[in-house]
């Protein structure tokens, strides 16, 4: 499997611009231009890509209030029962081609979280260029399989899951036709707290599984997506909304425009920062390096007088012999009249 995938125009992996995801969730909170007005922040935030979820709350869970569909604690969704999160979550159907045609008039891609078949089915319909795998459903085995099948790029984050559910999650992607896979690390909790994100994992299962690996990030901040592409980090996967003052179930941690584009500007540095490896002298270093210390003549010197602590010293500038001579300089004679400030070379030294 290759290291490095192309969705849309942009190819992804190693010595590649990092590819940036803006998560739209459930952000829009019902509303068909709040949805637009995002994608639009997405493109003024730096983004590559918007990112949608593809259920119904009917195709995800059933409407049930017993114990099992009810929302424990330790996420901000605590005491809501299932279908009644996802029935206000969720990104009506009827608006995802619209959004897909606002983005690519923006040269954004887009493309979407299906929860069953049905939702694999509209989204080829919609001719996605890509399909993304939760965390959640990193154990739907057929669902994986399906996706696969399209042959489509698939992006899959592996939160909660053991290193041997990921792997049985590549084994069954790669046997049903998936030739192009990226990995993203990720903590599912909301928020997740930077302490739990491992983000050493990153290089780790990009060697294990030979693929290109992200970061899905519930962080709040810039930071811990920005660490991630020091350590290799693909693919950043971050959520999006216009303000966290309009109350929806994911803007809580999910990052306001202004701060997205932070984000982005930081991860665009970073990238250009961690360059190649490299001994050679930066360009702008080079007119640093006359600073560097040299040998000077420190006291006025006469023809014959010799050559010794009292006389050279190793200083600033570099216009001298290097400081390393200062042995083999010592002892030996002036082979002329030598000014205090000058820079000793070799032509004085007899």
């Not at 216009?319 to 002036?334: D, F, H, M, N, Q």
């Amino acid at each position: 499997m290759s290291k490095t995938i192309q969705i849309g125009d942009r190819c992804i992996g190693q010595n590649h611009k990092v590819y940036v995801v803006a998560e739209m969730s459930a952000n829009h909170c019902r509303s068909f231009e709040q949805a637009a007005d995002i994608i639009r922040a997405a493109k003024y935030a730096g983004a590559d890509a918007i990112k949608l979820q593809t259920y119904k709350p009917d195709t995800i869970t059933i409407d049930c209030n017993n114990e099992y569909f009810r929302i424990g604690k330790g996420t901000v969704w605590e005491g809501r029962t299932l279908y009644d999160l996802y029935k206000e979550a969720y990104t009506p159907w009827e608006w995802q081609p619209k959004l897909k045609k606002i983005a690519g008039e923006l040269t954004l891609d887009l493309f979407s979280t299906p929860f069953d078949n049905t939702a694999v089915d509209f989204l080829e319909q919609m001719a996605v260029p890509a399909y993304k795998i939760a965390s959640f459903e990193l154990v739907d085995i057929p669902l994986i399989q399906r996706v696969a099948q399209t042959g489509k790029p698939i992006i899959m984050s592996t939160g909660m899951a053991t290193l041997a559910e990921i792997d049985e999650a590549v084994k069954a992607a790669r046997e049903a036709g998936c030739k192009e896979l990226i990995l993203l690390k990720c903590t599912s909790a909301y928020p997740a707290d930077p302490g739990e994100m491992n983000l050493r994992t990153i290089p780790h299962m990009s060697e294990g599984f030979g693929v290109p690996v992200g970061l899905s990030d519930h962080t709040l901040g810039i930071a811990v997506p920005v660490a991630a592409v020091s350590l290799g980090a693909c693919v950043i996967e971050k959520h999006l909304t216009l303000s966290r003052s309009i109350s929806s179930p994911d803007s809580a941690f999910s990052l306001e425009p202004h701060e997205f584009k932070a984000m982005v500007e930081s991860i665009r540095i970073t990238e250009k920062a961690l360059g190649r490896v490299s001994y050679q002298v930066a360009n702008q270093e080079g007119a640093s390096r006359i600073f560097r210390r040299s040998l000077f003549v420190v006291n006025d010197m006469k023809e014959g007088d010799i050559f010794n602590q009292d006389n050279i010293r190793s200083i600033r500038p570099g216009y001298g012999l290097s400081p390393k001579c200062t042995g083999l300089v010592y002892g030996k004679i002036a082979k002329q009249d030598i000014k205090a400030g000058t820079p000793l070379n070799w032509n004085m030294v007899r």
